[in-house]
């Protein structure tokens, strides 16, 4: 087989752009292209003196006013008097006391392994939390719970410190 040398050899000729200015869309498309930049120019050529020279602001003369030696009206007395009385007033609101529903508990996990809930245990106390293990069901189950906790506000908050220990799931439950 012979080796050819592609570098060489000459490129075809291409033969479209003869035939694009032959072609009358191509004609038609130049001839509006320069009519428009035509009549643009004209119109530049139009406006060029039309435009009028804004007139120069005058400046006012300043005025002087005399001062005046009267004093202004004094204003009349106020017809409304709950503005005094309002100085005065004193509310009376009665306060309730909320009772609380009793001691709350956190209860985070319940799972089978013993060791799957001390494991759990020790993630809460990295979170500065203190938990327990309790077994329930002849010790088939053990519970991971917090608490007690006086109001359910502080039950939240604990709660919430461990939601951003990446701990979620607890459920806030009336102490048992």
Not at 1 to 25: G, V
Not at 131 to 152: A, I, M, Q, Y
Request: proline fraction near 7%; hydrophobic fraction near 35%; glycine fraction near 6%.
């Amino acid at each position: 087989m012979a080796q050819q040398d592609y570098i060489k050899r000459a490129k075809p000729k291409n033969n479209k752009a003869k035939a694009k200015s032959n072609d009358p869309l191509f004609l038609m498309k130049i001839g509006l292209t320069s009519l428009a930049v035509l009549g643009f120019a004209y119109f530049l050529w139009s406006i060029k003196g039309a435009a009028k020279q804004a007139p120069q602001p005058q400046t006012p003369q300043p005025t002087v006013v005399q001062p005046k030696n009267e004093l202004p009206v004094p204003p009349k007395t106020e017809k409304w008097q709950y503005v005094d009385e309002l100085k005065n007033k004193e509310v009376e609101v009665e306060v309730k006391k909320i009772e609380s529903k009793g001691p709350y508990l956190l209860q985070c996990a319940s799972l089978r392994s013993e060791d799957a809930a001390n494991r759990l245990k020790a993630r809460i106390a990295f979170a500065g939390l203190e938990s327990e293990v309790r077994k329930t069901n002849g010790g088939r189950w053990h519970k991971v719970v917090l608490g007690p906790f006086d109001t359910k506000r502080h039950a939240l908050k604990a709660k919430n410190k461990l939601k951003r220990s990446k701990i979620y799931g607890c459920l806030i439950m009336p102490w048992t």
